[in-house]
């Protein structure tokens, strides 16, 4: 029951440094999100997949790019990192776009910028 | 636009005791909504969710009642667990909107003590 795999689990980079989060989902969906997730702020979207070669900015997609490599891996990238990118980042993965399809969240990536 | 508030936290309990979360939202159309329980270390669960009003969705002993006339969806459970310490998310849905986007609350830090 792997569900939505993310790597790596935890990283530190130093400012200006690039990375790309990887995710995987193995449930056969078609839609795929990001977000971020910041003390006292919640969950905020990134960008997001509805299905594949499609891709949309979310509620905070300055700083990032995506990749929906085919209909199973969304990447994360991060061109130039800033230390106001540390935050724990979360994918995740529903059926498609419907209100009866609930996202399944991966256990995170914890990226730490020095 | 779209927006949930959640009660602050943390909110800390003893065994048996009685939990109320409550949870308030805006939204353009008509939303569907949800709660998501985040364990420590891990990412998003779902819960239970409603997506009409008066619908009462429940899981676990958890239950929370869909209210349209006070655009609330409070979350309660008779009597916690240890095992329920978590952070507790209220989320919701509102497509065409939103493109069946979730927005969530800030979260509320659950704490049991045996």
């Known amino acids: 029951n792997a569900g939505v795999t993310q790597t790596p689990k935890f990283q530190v980079l130093k400012t200006g440094q690039s990375m790309t989060l990887q995710c995987a989902q193995d449930?056969?969906?078609?839609?795929m999100y990001w977000y971020r997730q910041d003390p006292g702020m919640g969950l905020r979207l990134i960008y997001y997949?509805?299905?594949?070669?499609?891709?949309d900015k979310g509620e905070v997609p300055n700083g990032y790019n995506v990749s929906r490599l085919n209909k199973r891996e969304f990447s994360l990238r991060l061109e130039s990192a800033a230390p106001s990118q540390t935050s724990v980042y979360f994918c995740?993965?529903?059926?498609?776009?419907?209100?009866?399809?609930?996202?399944?969240f991966g256990d995170g990536t914890r990226l730490s910028i020095l | 636009g779209n927006s949930v508030t959640q009660m602050e936290g943390p909110v800390t309990l003893s065994e048996e005791a009685f939990l109320t979360i409550n949870c308030t939202y805006t939204?353009?159309?008509?939303?569907?909504l949800f709660w998501y329980v985040q364990y420590p270390g891990e990412g998003l669960q779902l819960l239970l969710k409603?997506?009409?009003?008066?619908d009462k969705g429940s899981n676990k002993g958890f239950e929370a009642t869909y209210r349209k006339e006070t655009t609330s969806f409070h979350l309660e459970k008779g009597s916690v667990q240890v095992s329920d310490s978590a952070v507790y998310f209220c989320?919701?849905?509102?497509?065409?909107?939103?493109?069946?986007?979730?927005?969530f609350g800030k979260g509320t830090l659950l704490t049991v003590n045996p």
């Open positions: 409603a997506t009409k009003a008066d």
């Open positions: 997949s509805a299905s594949e070669g499609t891709t």
């Open positions: 995740a993965s529903s059926p498609g776009t419907g209100v009866d399809q609930p996202q399944h």
């Open positions: 989320a919701l849905s509102d497509p065409p909107y939103s493109n069946y986007k979730l927005t």
């Open positions: 939204a353009t159309g008509y939303p569907s």
């Open positions: 449930m056969n969906h078609n839609s």
